[in-house]
């Protein structure tokens, strides 16, 4: 996405992304190859086999139970046939001649035959080719500096246009004409199978022939729709003088047209939320004006970047790593701090509290962020008196701002006393009438059985916001709590983020709202509040000064959450002149609240609190400025292709990668024997995940960025910007977090939940890039975690346990804990190789070869080989020719008849499954059970060493797949005692042994394809002895790769 003007950019590819089609491209070369290959297999397995591919000089798919029986034919005749050909006075079966039409229709099958496979064999491979080419091109220079990368690319397009479309049209054409010829010719049948054309096309064949047809045709379909799009695109361009937004900028209201998209897209959220989160009472024209104008201000800009999809996202995703180094030091201030203070070691410290929260005074925006001012704060102390009643009248009224939300209403509603449902009302004192506490809900099923609720308005429209008001007998306090965000018009409230003067407000309740600012969106509903206050009289005639009041002496208290805690800090600026005592508590408010100014002056009375990442309260407009300007930075500093950046950003980002030992080797000057030396005393974790090496990896530092062109649009962009919002927000207008601020930084594991409570300058000043950043915003989190804090600052015997104390790096399941992207590590990395690039490869390639021979070696009808030593055996082919039986082949499944043609003078084998009558000794059954037993293990393994390249194996899954491979190398060779068998060592013919013995002297078996069998044991022993030494390579790899990357550095220093 990309700005120019006011034209908003979204091209979904650049040159850097064909790795998508690369990967789209190689998807189609798998579909037809898995369509194709089993064609080729099919002729090598028969090939392999000694099987003709021709039946009774049929193609075998003409017949399907009508196939004679060879092994009763050949192996097991009956005794006076055999006694007729010895003495060569009959002959076997005549097999059915075929004419010359029937040889015309088999010329005229396998000439397209022929042409389709190879001409799809070499498409395959030359655009399998093509396609690791692009890959490659693709991979050329970095996401802003293509080097040559867009002029490779396109000379390859034109040959994947041109020649390869052409080679395309000529597989389709050699298919579609294979297909027009096999039912016009019965498919090479003679005429005899007159259901050769249904019995074929029934076949599996058939299927995986026209699933590969319908692949090459979408293929070649894809290229002309690109074209059209693009010559489409160029028309439109032509005919386009201006910009989508620059039409709009023609219209008398601008903004008002940006408001009605803006409205449309919230009316399209209402209609697929069916409703539920209302959006019926919302006018785009009036309602979102400031969302319109602030949309539009921050996209306008004359300078254009040509960012695309893929950039945001490797962008983000390294800022966010970026980010987590911030982070990670904050989680280890925390944790440091918690140990200091469960030693009673702050005692210093505690007179800078107020010290530590003045904030310093703004100047014109400025896009960069000062992280040794991030970490510059003060943890509460448990004895301090002030920093306890703060943080247990937050961990109470947390409580408050969460039952507002859903529990009062629904509690209500169930009770009968909420009039005009969800928003209805509920007033239980009416004018006139003492006001009772005994007329009122009590709250007892929430845990406050002395707190009455004592009026309720959920009246929720843009510019009101539901409120409740509670009378705590314990506190003494009387409590008025305000609702956050739920409906789209809170969401349309909370987009009226201008500035406005308070100047109004402060003369009508009386506080000089002179040069004071507020959200308007906010003040509005404020306003709405105190007059409905105002109006019921409930504040007033409970707090009354009289002393028949017995509430009397009570305090106001408002407090809320998001967009409550927001209207709340007004509501308290407004209700400070007549109450002075009004106290406030906001939770997790937006960051645009009030301006500096007032937010000062409120720190006497308004507290607010923020948890982690929250994102809400880091919303202003400076901080979206400054992620930008980051985001577009980030880009900049990217030294590597987009590929190996998108890699690498896939890796975990673990604490314990954060901070390395090893960091330091890459920035000292050392010789090579200095760094091979430090190389033996490392492993292979901390040399591949160390965070740090990984970002100089693949990052330039911010003082090395090269001086590019994208690299000079970022500077005139930022030099602009910074004058244009000087203009647009002028520094005495912006908004920041109300009162002091209480930032509660997660230094623990999810588990524990274990936060610390800082005093903190109101600017957060960084918007994180992470999940955690809307979890932390819970009010349902807060209320948890501040009674938590309490607890463990009230019980000193809850602190961190001593034995932590060594450990400097949180735990990795705390992964979370400082707002990572990952509730835990992720198990399943697209190509990140954990085990190493040779300890992943060579295991998986030995594996896949040790199954090939062995899908081969056990299906095959070669196996074992048993000649005939003493008188042949003859069958009659045709009328002038005759075949020399000369032995017998055996498989597991499959047997075959070794015969010599004297006339044509070659042999061959015909195979077939041994029939049902034939009886297996116990040899042949242990061997076939030995080579299930082989498959049934290995195979799994092999799908399991495919995935190593993506996800990381634990020690002890390897170690016992490396023994469960062992065992199906000796399964696999196991295959071997059926030379024990009764076929090889007895009579090869069950059915009449008698008479064969007589007749012939057979030799003993002998391996024939039985090597494969062996070679099959060979490859699985030794992908268990690589497997079980995967470790060592893998830290040999890592070590060498290291050692490379350190001397090139300090090359490249030298």
Not at 666 to 673: I, K, N, T, Y
Request: aromatic residues 10%; glycine residues 6%.
């Amino acid at each position: 996405m990309c700005t120019n003007g006011r034209r908003l950019t979204t091209r979904p590819l650049a040159g850097d992304d064909f790795h998508i089609v690369c990967i789209l491209n190689g998807a189609f070369r798998i579909i037809s190859l898995v369509c194709t290959l089993p064609v080729w297999v099919l002729i090598f397995q028969v090939r392999l086999s000694g099987t003709e591919m021709m039946i009774n000089n049929q193609p075998f798919w003409c017949r399907s139970s009508e196939e004679v029986d060879l092994w009763t034919v050949y192996v097991s005749p009956p005794v006076e046939q055999l006694q007729n050909v010895v003495n060569g006075t009959s002959f076997g079966p005549i097999e059915e001649d075929i004419d010359d039409a029937t040889k015309h229709q088999l010329r005229s099958m396998v000439i397209p035959f022929t042409l389709y496979l190879t001409v799809s064999l070499l498409y395959n491979i030359l655009d399998m080719v093509l396609s690791l080419a692009m890959w490659n091109a693709a991979a050329i220079g970095t996401p802003v500096e293509p080097r040559g990368r867009e002029r490779a690319l396109v000379s390859m397009i034109w040959i994947k246009m041109t020649f390869l479309n052409l080679l395309l049209c000529t597989v389709l054409g050699s298919g579609i004409y294979l297909t027009h010829a096999g039912r016009e010719y019965n498919y090479g049948c003679s005429s005899l199978h007159d259901q050769a054309v249904h019995y074929y096309e029934s076949t599996i064949w058939y299927g995986l022939f026209c699933a590969a047809m319908a692949i090459y045709a979408v293929e070649l379909l894809m290229w002309p729709c690109a074209i059209m799009n693009q010559i489409g695109h160029a028309i439109a361009l032509q005919g386009r003088q201006i910009s989508l937004f620059r039409r709009l900028g023609q219209l008398e209201d601008e903004e008002g047209s940006c408001a009605q998209c803006i409205g449309c897209c919230i009316q399209c959220i209402r209609c697929l939320s069916c409703n539920q989160l209302g959006g019926g009472n919302i006018k785009a024209k009036t309602d979102l004006t400031d969302a319109a104008i602030a949309f539009m201000n921050f996209m306008n800009s004359e300078v254009n970047f040509d960012i695309v999809l893929s950039d945001i996202y490797v962008a983000f995703k390294l800022l966010d790593r970026k980010q987590r180094e911030v982070r990670y030091k904050l989680s280890k201030q925390a944790r440091m701090d918690k140990k200091q203070t469960d030693k009673c070691e702050m005692g210093e410290g505690e007179d800078e509290s107020n010290n530590n929260n003045t904030s310093s005074p703004i100047d014109a925006v400025n896009f960069s962020i000062n992280y040794a001012d991030i970490l510059n704060r003060r943890v509460l102390s448990a004895n301090d008196e002030t920093d306890m009643y703060l943080l247990r009248q937050g961990a109470l009224y947390s409580q408050y701002a969460q039952g507002i939300y859903e529990l009062y209403p629904r509690a209500l509603l169930q009770a009968g006393l909420l009039d005009g449902g969800w928003d209805g009302l509920y007033s239980p004192w009416k004018p006139g009438d003492k006001h009772s506490l005994l007329s009122t809900f009590r709250l007892t099923e929430f845990g406050f059985p002395s707190t009455a609720l004592v009026y309720a308005n959920f009246t929720n429209k843009v510019i009101a916001t539901p409120y409740c008001i509670l009378l705590d007998e314990i506190e003494r306090t009387l409590v008025v709590v305000i609702r956050g965000s739920v409906t789209l018009e809170d969401l349309v409230t909370d987009l009226q983020w201008s500035a406005i003067e308070l100047n109004r407000v402060g003369e009508r309740v009386g506080f000089d709202g002179r040069g004071k600012y507020g959200h308007r969106g906010m003040l509005t509903n404020s306003k709405w509040i105190y007059n409905d206050i105002h109006r019921r009289k409930i504040v007033f005639d409970v707090l009354r000064d009289d002393r028949s009041n017995p509430h009397r002496d009570y305090n106001l208290v408002i407090t809320g959450h998001s967009l409550g805690g927001g209207c709340a800090a007004m509501l308290a600026i407004m209700f400070k002149p007549m109450y002075p005592n009004v106290k406030c508590y906001a939770f997790c408010p937006p960051g645009c609240t009030v301006s500096m100014n007032l937010a000062t002056e409120c720190d006497d009375f308004i507290t607010s609190f923020v948890v982690g990442n929250d994102i809400i309260p880091r919303m202003r407009g400076e901080n979206i400025e400054m992620l930008r300007y980051d985001f577009l930075e980030m880009l900049a500093r990217i030294k590597v292709s987009k590929i190996t950046a998108f890699r690498d950003s896939r890796y975990p980002c673990r604490n314990k990668d954060l901070e390395g030992m090893h960091t330091a080797l890459l920035e000292l000057q050392v010789d090579q024997s200095f760094v091979l030396t430090s190389l033996l005393l490392t492993s292979f974790s901390s040399i591949v995940t160390t965070t740090a090496v990984r970002n100089k990896r693949i990052l330039y530092a911010r003082d090395d960025i090269p001086i590019t062109e994208y690299y000079q649009k970022l500077v005139s962009f930022r030099q602009n910007r910074e004058l244009v919002f000087d203009q647009l927000s002028p520094v005495d207008t912006r908004l920041q977090i109300p009162g002091r601020l209480i930032h509660l930084i997660r230094f623990g594991d999810e588990a524990n939940n274990r936060y610390l409570p800082y005093y903190k300058s109101r600017m957060l000043c960084e918007i994180h890039v992470c999940l955690d950043s809307m979890k932390d915003h819970s009010i349902k989190n807060l209320s948890v975690v501040l009674p938590k804090i309490v607890s463990e600052y009230e019980n000193s015997s809850t602190t961190v346990s001593h034995d932590d104390d060594d450990v400097d790096d949180i735990s990795v399941q705390s992964e979370n804990s400082f707002g990572g992207d990952f509730t835990e590590e992720p198990w399943f990395v697209t190509f990140s190789f954990p085990h190493g690039l040779v300890a992943s490869f060579v295991p998986t390639l030995l594996a896949v070869a040790a199954v090939c021979f062995s899908v081969i070696g056990n299906n095959t009808c070669t196996l074992f080989e048993r000649k005939i030593t003493d008188r042949p055996s003859y069958n009659m082919t045709d009328q002038e020719s005759y075949e020399i039986i000369a032995g017998v082949s055996y498989g597991l499944y499959f047997y075959g008849i070794q015969y010599r043609d004297e006339v044509d003078e070659f042999y061959t084998t015909q195979c077939k499954p041994y029939p049902s009558h034939v009886v297996n000794d116990d040899y042949v059954k242990a061997a076939r059970g030995f080579s299930a037993i082989a498959l049934v293990i290995g195979f799994p393994i092999v799908l399991l060493l495919c995935l190593t390249s993506c996800m990381k194996l634990g020690d002890r899954t390897v170690r016992v797949m490396s023994t469960l491979l062992m065992l199906v190398a000796t399964c696999q060779l196991m295959i071997l005692v059926f030379l024990n068998s009764e076929r090889c060592v007895d009579n090869p013919n069950p059915v009449d042994s008698s008479y064969l013995q007589s007749q012939f002297v057979w030799a003993k078996c002998a391996l024939h394809t039985g090597k494969y069998v062996i070679i099959a044991s060979v490859l699985w022993s030794l992908v268990a002895v690589t497997l079980g030494f995967s470790s060592r390579l893998s830290l040999v790899e890592a070590r060498l790769r290291f050692a490379s990357m350190s001397l090139s550095s300090a090359t490249t220093t030298q």
